[in-house]
């Protein structure tokens, strides 16, 4: 392992060598960087393009200025990058790390939640092969993978932004679109559970009741200007995601499994009481981050122990009611926050830009302001990524279905859970490894028309930016990290292949 690593980390540097020269004579040639200050009528024009010059090194030959660059980034080694300066004697170093981090809030997010959505959706479909459901996926999910992006960043401004920002001033719903909005629900829920028809039908029934009601009592309760969800509701909800999460892996009979998911529950249950005063008047990013680690190791302690042999399974269940009822208690806090967050920003859902300028408020009303910025970039792209994985995750469920080992275990009485999500879904993974790994790399360097329309100055701005002024050192820095984590992540796959498959050897 250790000598492949080696070999392609060797293999990696010669070929980000080559196409760092190849991009910075193309970039150099791109245009005239001096263009706009030769048209410039300005009295000190002469002293502006002094000052250029000798931000850009122009008056070196170009093979000189690339060696320049190259020199700075092999100091980062050492952990002294350097960078250059773009054209306006700007530390590119600090343009990199403020649009790496934008850029990462938001494609890590839409990541994850396309893989998750993706994923599941594509086994669902593959268990339901050639259903109603199957074809209604399959034609929803050729329209998203269809959907040019600007098209759909406007469509988004239009009705979940301004739309909703013009609602949510007062919150109000005839009963003729309560009426409506609980049938779509219904039918969309009995396509997606499937049965008999007269399970359907029960099914279509008792969710539109819920769904009618529910949001009829929302209104009267001024539910989505004071949205509540309290302590027993996390209590509630923690519990049954233990419970939900266990029936669908292994089932509710698997004791060691059952019970180290209700303990992890329960831990989160007492947490959320102890821990209020630290939720409400200390809380911060650090304090966030160590609950989020936190969420995952003691459970992953609870299960380890108490698993038996069913280790494997308990430490994923304890480890999903984890995050799950941490994810919960941090929701319930926003929920408190709500008000006042409408209070200091009457419009929540922006349009445009990564944050709300001079935005003063409590830490959990920052989160709800950097939250709502996310929202539509974060949608827009998921909702375009969604489409690949729920193809690819049902391809290879179906591929995988059809091996011998899964008939094996068909023939032996193993339960159907057992059989999709022990022995099929792991192999099934293998491909879908491959798409996440380049689409997280890919996503990195910026999703260009996302942050244009947007105004997110994140990684594509920088790269558009830098070429449109024919300023190498923006692009060369972009080039940097998106060639890096192309590079790492396809050697991430490779590895993850034999993690998910032992005859797969690396």
């Not at 020269?21 to 005239?32: C, F, T």
């Not at 393009?49 to 093979?63: A, G, H, K, T, V």
């Not at 994923?316 to 709500?338: K, N, P, Y």
């Amino acid at each position: 392992m250790i000598k492949f690593i080696l070999r392609r980390f060797a293999a990696a540097i010669g070929i980000l060598l080559v196409a760092s020269v190849l991009m910075y004579v193309l970039v150099i040639n791109a245009g005239d960087p001096l263009a706009d200050l030769r048209e410039s009528r300005a009295k000190n024009r002469e002293l502006l393009m002094e000052r250029r010059i000798s931000f850009m090194n122009l008056d070196q030959p170009w093979y000189l200025r690339y060696l320049t660059w190259l020199g700075g980034v092999g100091r980062c080694v050492i952990g002294q990058c350097d960078l250059g300066r773009d054209r306006t004697g700007v530390e590119v170093s600090t343009l990199l790390g403020q649009a790496a981090s934008s850029t990462l809030r938001l494609v890590f997010l839409a990541t994850v939640i396309a893989l998750v959505i993706g994923v599941a959706v594509g086994i669902l479909t593959a268990i339901r092969q050639y259903s109603g459901l199957d074809y209604a996926v399959t034609f929803l999910t050729f329209v998203f993978f269809s959907l040019p992006v600007f098209w759909a960043a406007v469509l988004l401004k239009e009705y979940l932004a301004i739309g909703f920002n013009d609602w949510i001033a007062e919150p109000e719903l005839p009963p003729l679109q309560i009426f409506l909005i609980a049938v779509a629900f219904a039918f969309v829920l009995q396509v997606v559970l499937g049965g008999s028809w007269r399970r359907r039908a029960l099914t279509f029934l008792v969710t539109a009741v819920v769904i009618g009601g529910g949001l009829a009592a929302m209104l009267a309760t001024d539910f989505f200007r004071a949205p509540q969800l309290g302590y027993a509701g996390v209590a509630v909800l923690t519990v049954g995601l233990a419970l939900s999460t266990t029936a669908m892996t292994v089932g509710l009979d698997r004791r060691e499994v059952l019970i180290p998911a209700l303990i992890t529950a329960g831990f989160v249950v007492v947490l959320q009481f102890a821990l209020v005063n630290v939720f409400v008047y200390y809380m911060n990013w650090w304090i966030l981050i160590l609950g989020a680690v936190a969420a995952i190791a003691v459970p992953w302690v609870i299960g380890s122990r108490l698993g038996g042999r069913y280790r494997s399974a308990a430490i994923g269940v304890s480890i999903t009611t984890g995050l799950g009822g941490a994810a919960l208690t941090v929701i319930d806090h926003l929920f408190r926050s709500w008000p006042g967050f409408l209070d200091k920003k009457p419009r929540p859902i922006s349009t445009i830009g990564s944050q709300t300028p001079n935005f003063d408020g409590t830490f959990w009303e920052t989160f709800l302001d950097l939250s709502t910025q996310l929202l539509l970039p974060t949608l827009l792209l998921a909702l375009i990524s969604l489409a690949s994985y729920s193809r690819y995750t049902r391809s290879s469920m179906l591929e995988v279905g059809r091996q011998d080992y899964i008939r094996t275990a068909r023939a032996k009485g193993a339960p159907e859970r057992i059989v999709i999500f022990r022995h099929a879904f792991r192999n099934a993974l293998i491909p879908i490894a491959t798409i996440a790994a380049f689409d997280f790399a890919g996503l990195i360097g910026g999703a260009v028309i996302t942050e244009t329309v947007f105004g997110w100055k994140g990684m594509g701005e920088l790269f558009r930016t830098g070429l449109s002024n024919a300023d190498p050192a923006p692009v060369m820095a972009f080039f940097l990290v998106t060639g890096a984590a192309a590079i790492f992540f396809n050697l991430l796959a490779d590895i993850f292949y034999a993690v998910l498959d032992p005859r797969i050897r690396v």
